[in-house]
């Protein structure tokens, strides 16, 4: 079982950069996948970046290509996702995911994803 909590969210100007942070509890945290994903008003939820398990591998939305970067710190069971260049549409709920330990590679399926946390809002004004 792996339980995630995000942080790090807020409001921001356009053009600013925001930090969130996903930290992760349970035995297999550093041999899991995992990925953010976040639903804006009135949208579905869309997947942003994902890593591998060991950090090596990352992929990403064409829209945050160049101004987002996926990270994680396995000595510590986090995974973070920084966020520059803001825009008013990267406006959303972000979410941290994980799925089952032991895959290779990266996921872009939410519905490969079996753990989620509760979301952090980010707000990016005009």
């Known amino acids: 079982q792996v339980q995630l909590v995000e942080s790090g969210g807020g409001l921001v100007q356009a053009g600013g950069s925001l930090r969130l942070s996903c930290a992760g509890s349970?035995?297999?945290?550093?041999?899991?996948?995992m990925a953010w994903f976040r639903r804006a008003p009135g949208k579905e939820r869309e997947i942003i970046a994902a890593?591998?398990?060991?950090?090596?591998?990352?992929s990403y939305h064409e829209s945050v290509k160049g101004r987002f970067t996926i990270s994680r710190d396995n000595a510590k069971n986090m995974m973070y996702l920084q966020m520059n260049s803001l825009k008013p549409e990267d406006t959303a709920v972000y979410y941290c995911?994980?799925?089952?330990?032991?895959?290779?590679?990266?996921?872009?399926?939410?519905?490969?994803?079996?753990?989620w946390g509760q979301g952090t809002q980010v707000t990016v004004s005009s």
């Open positions: 995911a994980a799925t089952k330990p032991g895959l290779s590679g990266t996921f872009s399926s939410h519905s490969i994803y079996n753990y």
């Open positions: 890593i591998s398990w060991g950090g090596s591998s990352t």
């Open positions: 349970g035995p297999s945290f550093n041999m899991t996948p």
